[in-house]
């Protein structure tokens, strides 16, 4: 017997990599898609309506993120949460999500510790119109933005301090919900 005979059988031929430009065989990592981030803005000036704080809601950071848009959406949710008169008016009002990555958010009401879970997110559409939905139920229609608000901070990366801005990003907000 010779040792050809003696290894097994190939189903498949090994790929040609000659043709492959060198670097792109070499760093794996560009072939893994980035992870959509999200910073969402928090308008500290905005109406707070009658189930909302407003000396918790100038408490909260400038923003949120940017993170995954599942992590500020729940950093959102959350704080609408923390700020209101009354949390279980408002827990009540966040949609439950089922499947997939799970975050949740949780009140304490009833001398109990409650959690609701949060819709999947992949999304900054989503991310919006989930908040444009909740804040419209809370009565506070201009509390978030993807955009800064005048006399905000503009930490994350790429973002523009304008009225004009903020308007656009308003606009939008509500062409999602509609």
């Known amino acids: ?3 050809l005979a003696l290894s097994p059988p190939r189903s498949t031929p090994e790929p040609d990599l000659s043709s492959i430009p060198q670097d792109a065989a070499t760093v794996p990592s560009l072939a893994v898609p980035q992870a959509l981030t999200v910073c969402l803005y928090i308008n500290k000036h905005a109406n707070a309506g009658p189930y909302l704080e407003r000396r918790k809601l ?5 923003h949120f993120g940017p993170e995954r848009p599942s992590a500020v959406l729940q950093q959102a949710v959350q704080a609408c949460i923390d700020c209101a008169h009354q949390q279980k008016l408002v827990f009540s009002l966040v949609k439950q999500g089922y499947g997939g990555e799970m975050v949740s958010v949780s009140a304490s009401f009833d001398g109990k510790q409650h959690l609701r879970s949060l819709p999947v997110v992949n999304s900054v559409g989503y991310v919006l119109r989930f908040l444009a939905k909740l804040c419209r139920s809370l009565l506070c229609d201009d509390l978030f933005s993807h955009q800064p608000f005048p006399r905000g901070s503009s930490a994350c990366e790429g973002a523009q301090e304008n009225q004009e801005g903020r308007m656009e990003s308003d606009h939008r907000l509500n062409h999602f919900v509609d």
């Open 1 to 3: 017997m010779t040792p």
């Open 58 to 62: 100038q408490a909260l950071p400038e």
